[in-house]
């Protein structure tokens, strides 16, 4: 029994070692880019603008912590989802953002939301465009 | 039986200043890694009933999940057993890595998982089945003392198509302080919202805010004697509730498939989580 004793130990200490490195930095990842036939895509909600309230509500639930609660705001997290940047992109690109994700630059993949909820999601950040 | 009802108690209350959203698996996992720097804390508890009138039993679990990266993910588990006229122990600990190996979302995403195990053979929270199971009616007080040190590993695999998502476990454990050989289990899971679309109102009770699914999970067997022969098996559907912007409740009936199993495993849970906790910690010891 004593020869793993010191077990529980090693491994705290891995993690705190771990732990003590700095996190990877944010910023944009020019390597991050939607393949084409991605960014071709059209929003199947883009004739129910009116879906995009249902977006807000995702957004505040699962995008707001790194986004801020406004979106249109950069955070030391993220970059602001309402610069010419990410607006110029087409809904198809940003659909495929949100659904992959970008580990690298700890964006989570948010395939598990519902296909038409990362839609609303999309349209919602469309009307940022309006309230900058 | 006050002891019981005191952790109960102390569960609950835990439970009532909880907030986050969760998916509704109890036992399988799938790709979804915590947030980096972001601190969940959940309570998970089982209530056992059992069969040729052995005693009833509670087991609560405290979860402490931890997102390093956007590609790993620890967690520290705390448990303890209760048993009707019998004892209430601490069983034990458990600390659990799990590693995302692909970028991006895949028509199956692998996802690794590592996780040691210093808990005594009085646990009952039955986080995961493995190996062969047999009813005991053995005493807590004297199980407490047979403590053990296991390793286990888990292949995890996980879609999402169509709003539904299928995750499928596959278990190796090995207990290093007793020769059992590798023990082998599984888990499988699907789930789905019972709307896809979210709605604009801020409404406790909308479709979207439910997601049911169903668990099987179960043991099968060892190295020594692998098979289903000797094994528990549970069947178990699931229901979250997303009662707030945050905020989840979950609860799953898990009935015993097999002559080893327990009748039911009667399960609930609810989780908080504190978001940028990685960057408050640094904040406070002076980081930028």
């Known amino acids: 029994m004593r020869r793993f004793s010191c077990l529980p130990l090693l491994l705290a200490l891995a993690a705190t070692s771990v732990a003590a490195q700095p996190l990877s930095p944010q910023g944009t990842d020019p390597s991050w880019v939607a393949p084409e036939k991605d960014a071709a895509r059209k929003n199947p909600l883009a004739s129910k603008p009116e879906l995009a309230a249902g977006g807000q509500k995702v957004f505040s639930r699962t995008c707001a912590n790194c986004h801020g609660d406004e979106a249109h705001r950069a955070t030391t997290k993220a970059p602001d989802l309402a610069s010419d940047a990410v607006q110029a992109q087409s809904d198809g690109a940003i659909f495929w953002k949100i659904t992959n994700g970008n580990t690298r630059k700890a964006m989570p993949s948010w395939g598990s939301i519902p296909e038409p909820q990362r839609w609303q999601l999309v349209l919602y950040l469309r009307s940022l465009r309006d309230t900058k | ?288």
């Open chain 2, 1 to 288: 039986m006050r002891r019981f009802l005191t952790i109960f108690a102390l569960m609950l209350t835990l439970a009532a200043a909880a907030r986050a959203q969760e998916k509704p698996y109890f036992v399988t996992y799938d790709q979804t890694m915590e947030e980096k720097g972001n601190l969940e804390i959940s309570s998970e508890n089982t209530f056992g009933l059992q069969k040729q009138g052995l005693p009833t039993f509670y087991a609560p679990l405290g979860e402490f999940e931890y997102g390093w990266t956007g590609w790993w993910t620890s967690e520290l588990y705390l448990e303890g057993a209760s048993q009707h006229n019998d004892a209430t122990v601490f069983t034990g600990y458990r600390i659990e890595n799990r590693f995302k190996p692909l970028n991006g979302e895949h028509k199956i995403n692998p996802i690794l998982y590592f996780e040691y195990e210093r808990i005594s053979e009085a646990s009952r929270i039955n986080k995961e089945v493995v190996g062969h199971a047999e009813l005991s009616n053995e005493s807590l007080r004297d199980l407490h003392g047979e403590k053990a040190h296991e390793l286990e590993g888990k292949l995890i695999l996980s879609s999402n198509a169509k709003g539904w998502n299928i995750s499928e476990n596959f278990i190796l454990e090995k207990n290093l302080t007793e020769d059992e050989g590798v023990e082998f289990g599984y888990a499988l899971g699907v789930y789905r919202p019972l709307s896809l679309i979210a709605s604009g109102t801020n409404c406790h009770f909308c479709r979207e805010n439910f997601k049911a699914g169903m668990e099987l999970y179960g043991g099968l067997g060892s190295t020594q004697q692998f098979g289903f022969e000797d094994t528990a098996h549970y069947l178990a559907p699931v229901l979250a509730w997303h009662a707030g912007e945050n905020s989840t409740f979950k609860v799953s009936p898990g009935f015993g498939l097999t002559h080893n199993s327990s009748r039911m495993l009667i399960r609930f849970g609810y989780t908080y989580e504190i978001q940028g906790f990685g960057s408050k910690m640094k904040r406070m010891f002076g980081g930028k």
